[in-house]
Nanobody, 115 residues
Framework: QVQLVESGGGWVQPGGSLRLSCRAS????????MAWYRQAPGKQRELVAV???????NYAESVKGRFTISRDNAKNPVYMQMNSLKPEDTALYYC?????????WGQGTQVTVSS
């Protein structure tokens, strides 16, 4: 059974940084586009960042210049470095792997930004 396991969430003060990791098992990681989504309480899940198999990236406007998604196909994980965090970044962050019509999701890792 495919598993995506996120880690690296936590509490941080505004302006701080966190690095999220997502490790996939039982899939050929390198052939999947990978993405991070987030969902804040009372809001819809939104795409934060995506990285293709060729390492092309795209970001939500709200995180451009602050978040960086990366992947290491040899070692499996996908990362998201989050800098200059703001209270509005508070959400449950989900890892996603997708190819064609297949989508796999992790359970999420909570990020809380507050003073």
């Amino acid at each position: 059974q495919v598993q995506l396991v996120e880690s690296g969430g936590g509490w941080v003060q505004p302006g701080g940084s966190l690095r999220l990791s997502c490790r996939a098992s039982k899939i050929t990681f390198s052939i999947y586009d990978m993405a991070w989504y987030r969902q804040a309480p009372g809001k819809q899940r939104e795409l934060v960042a995506v990285i293709t198999t060729g390492s092309n990236t795209n970001y939500a406007e709200s995180v451009k210049g602050r978040f960086t998604i990366s992947r290491d196909n040899a070692k499996n994980p996908v990362y998201m470095q989050m800098n200059s965090l703001k209270p509005e970044d508070t959400a449950l962050y989900y890892c996603n792997a997708h190819i064609n019509t297949l989508n796999f999701w992790g359970q999420g890792t909570q990020v809380t930004v507050s003073s």
